[in-house]
T-cell receptor, first 113, second 115 residues
Framework: GAGVSQSPSNKVTEKGKDVELRCDPI?????LYWYRQSLGQGLEFLIYFQGNSAPDKSGLPSDRFSAERTGGSVSTLTIQRTQQEDSAVYLC???????????FGQGTRLTVV | AQSVTQLGSHVSVSEGALVLLRCNYS??????LFWYVQYPNQGLQLLLKYTSAATLVKGINGFEAEFKKSETSFHLTKPSAHMSDAAEYFC?????????????FGAGTRLAVHP
């Protein structure tokens, strides 16, 4: 597609349920990033994929969070046993090398009730 | 480890006044630097980037930023604010280390423009 696509755009889930957030990067982009933006807060780095290298998972807040990137393209961020503090907008971005800047999707707004 | 500090979480200016949003980075070598803008209920959009070609970088919507190595700064400016500039602005840094280009963002500065 022309841009980074994220789905769903909105997700309401019950506390304790698992959720999967999807990111379709721009075709050909080797770098893919996930960030979390809580209400009124900045962008919290979660995970970074670069080509076939092992991902940088240093930003994942707990072992309930995991992400994978299949075939160097689509990425899925999974949150297990969701908690209310997981409520936030989850942003995905991709870039060709990272050095030209990243292109962001519109985000997935997650609400845990 | 790289980090980015944006001084001032909120900045308010009058329409037509100078906009100055501050960004300082911490890095052992000059990195690539970026400014992004986020309008209400929208995603992030790249405003401009520094990639070592020129220290004064011009971006969209009349914004520019100057890289100052001696001050480890990359402040964003616009000579005359417009009401439509009201948004959140993020400074970001990525290292110059081979293929490793993790992007770290500052906490953001919310710009308000009043008549």
């Amino acid at each position: 597609g022309a841009g980074v696509s994220q789905s769903p755009s909105n997700k309401v889930t019950e506390k304790g349920k698992d959720v999967e957030l999807r990111c379709d990067p721009i075709s050909g982009h080797t770098a893919l990033y996930w960030y979390r933006q809580s209400l009124g807060q900045g962008l919290e780095f979660l995970i970074y994929f670069q080509g076939n290298s092992a991902p940088d998972k240093s930003g994942l807040p707990s072992d309930r969070f995991s992400a994978e990137r299949t075939g160097g393209s689509v990425s899925t961020l999974t949150i297990q046993r969701t908690q209310q503090e997981d409520s936030a907008v989850y942003l995905c971005a991709s870039s060709f090398s990272g050095r030209e800047g990243a292109f962001f999707g519109q985000g997935t707004r997650l609400t845990v009730v | 480890a790289q980090s980015v500090t944006q001084l001032g979480s909120h900045v308010s200016v009058s329409e037509g006044a100078l906009v100055l949003l501050r960004c300082n980075y911490s890095s052992s070598v000059p990195p690539y630097l970026f400014w992004y803008v986020q309008y209400p209920n929208q995603g992030l959009q790249l405003l401009l980037k520094y990639t070592s070609a020129a220290t004064l970088v011009k971006g969209i919507n009349g914004f520019e930023a100057e890289f100052k190595k001696s001050e480890t700064s990359f402040h964003l400016t616009k000579p005359s604010a417009h009401m439509s500039d009201a948004a959140e602005y993020f400074c970001a840094v990525t290292p110059l280390i081979g293929c490793y280009n993790k992007m770290i963002f500052g906490a953001g500065t919310r710009l308000a423009v009043h008549p």
